[in-house]
């Protein structure tokens, strides 16, 4: 079974960070790109970074280039999304969730996890 | 960046009618389009990708067609797990893009 478990998530101060994990199990981690999408409070769904299986290449959505950072460490089945000088309108539920893929093509989410809540607030 | 306009934005329908959702997009994107169904306090769920394919376990009376920049989900006997709020998401540029999301309530 397919399993994702974000975490780190919390209140933070504006212009402060927050790294967010995201725990794998249950597929072959490496072989997959995964991604990250968020959903303001009561709002729908954005999209905010993709990585490729390898870590190679990476992927953001233009409110959060140059501030947030994408990786994983396949060795730990975990992807990752730093996120540096934070804003009040980055406070969202994030998920990760996985994106097929085949080759060096990227596709649909077709797994996610339950979110991590990040409130940005002074 | 791909604009995904979704309509209406609440359907009102009675249980055991058939629900109509449209997706459009602002150029096209042949075939990459995904539909998703979400419920309160839940994660997004897969119920159709390439504009057309079941996920697995999705039940027959999901069915998505479309293509190019027109798509539509069609529900065809509304259940009352099915009240929830759907979102289309455009797969073929980047940024990925998604639809501001229709809600399928109880009428």
């Known amino acids: 079974e397919v399993q994702l478990l974000e975490s780190g998530g919390g209140l933070v101060q504006p212009g402060e960070s927050l790294r967010l994990s995201c725990a794998a199990s249950g597929f072959t981690f490496r072989s997959n790109a995964m991604t990250w999408v968020r959903q303001a409070p009561g709002k729908g769904l954005e999209w905010v970074s993709s990585i490729s299986h390898s870590g190679g290449t990476t992927f953001y959505a233009d409110s959060v280039r140059g501030r947030f950072a994408i990786s994983r460490d396949n060795s730990k089945n975990t992807l990752y999304l730093q996120m540096n000088s934070l804003r009040a309108e980055d406070t969202a539920i994030y998920y990760c969730a996985n994106q097929y893929s085949s080759g060096w093509s990227f596709y649909y989410f077709d797994y996610w996890g339950q979110g991590t809540l990040v409130t940005v607030s002074s | 960046e791909i604009v995904m306009t979704q309509s209406p934005a609440t359907l009102s329908v009675s249980p055991g009618e058939r629900a109509t959702l449209s997706c459009r997009a602002s150029?096209?994107?042949?075939?990459?389009l995904a539909w998703y169904q979400q419920k309160p306090g839940q994660a997004p769920w897969l119920l159709i990708y390439?504009?057309?394919t079941r996920a697995s376990g999705i039940p027959a009376r999901f069915s998505g067609s479309g293509s190019g920049t027109e798509f539509t989900l069609t529900i065809s006997s509304l259940q009352s797990e099915d009240f929830a709020v759907y979102y289309c998401?455009?797969?073929?540029?980047?940024?990925?893009?998604f639809g501001g999301g229709t809600k399928v309530e109880i009428k």
């Open positions: 150029q096209s994107v042949s075939g990459n």
């Open positions: 998401l455009q797969y073929k540029d980047w940024p990925l893009t």
């Open positions: 390439g504009a057309s």
